[in-house]
């Protein structure tokens, strides 16, 4: 599975339609009080972030481990989007705010996780493997908001891209040693090994916003 080739399967374009899947005046309500988009993390986290605990994480995990969490963490999304009936699973809802997740995705639905973790993945995925060959890449690393409205459908093709990111790094890492960067705008410029480490990393960080958002849902369902 070849970078151009997991690009053009995940093709992102179709991940997000005109309309938000809930366009509600309270979910209106609850994102005037989010900061927007692209505000990123509290200052004090922003710091704490990009200059100890993602260093120290990069130091301690190998390509081959940043394989292994990114898979396992992957594995432990689908089970939590799968214990979600449909309706549920598309239901936005407003969550305590959490470690490492921008105040603007407190009010996602489950189904916006996993559309978020395809375009991202396929845009780390695309930086590791232009780094390893001496290439800076040229895809835009900026993420839009997900838009949601296709269902269970997400979850198929989140299914499929765990197996072609993994496929992908397997098969088209160049030089894993190579020392050309590419920014990113929270940790500063990243080696293809440091992409390979942030993959892993930004899919625990969202595993956790899923275990809220769908404990947030669940406890919201009236009990008999």
């Not at 997991?6 to 979910?27: D, F, G, I």
């Not at 189904?111 to 493997?129: N, P, S």
């Not at 892993?200 to 969202?206: E, G, P, T």
């Not at 916003?209 to 919201?220: N, P, Q, R, S």
């Amino acid at each position: 599975m070849h970078v151009a080739a997991l690009r053009a399967a995940h093709n992102t374009e179709r991940l997000r339609p005109v309309c938000h899947t809930v366009s509600t005046m309270a979910s209106h309500s609850i994102q005037a009080t989010l900061a927007p988009p692209a505000a990123g993390l509290p200052r004090f986290q922003a710091v704490l972030f990009r200059h100890l605990l993602f260093p120290v994480y990069c130091r301690r995990t190998s390509w081959d481990r940043s394989a292994a969490v990114f898979h396992a963490e992957g594995q432990k999304v689908m089970g939590l989007a799968q214990s979600l009936p449909p309706s549920a699973f598309q239901k936005r809802v407003q969550i305590r705010p959490l470690w490492g997740i921008e105040n603007h995705s407190r009010d996602w639905s489950a189904e916006m996780v996993l559309e978020h973790l395809i375009e991202v993945g396929v845009r780390v995925a695309t930086a590791i493997i232009e780094l390893s060959h001496g290439e800076r890449p040229g895809t835009p690393l900026a993420v839009p908001v997900p838009g949601g409205g296709r269902g269970h459908a997400v979850l198929q093709d989140y299914a499929a891209f765990l197996d072609d990111y993994a496929a992908t790094l397997s098969e088209d890492v160049g030089d894993r040693d190579s020392k050309l960067t590419c920014p990113h705008p929270w940790f500063g410029e990243l080696t293809a090994h440091r992409w390979a480490c942030l993959g892993a990393f930004h899919q625990a960080l969202h595993r956790r916003h899923l275990e809220e958002i769908v404990a947030t849902v669940v406890a919201a369902v009236p009990r008999s």
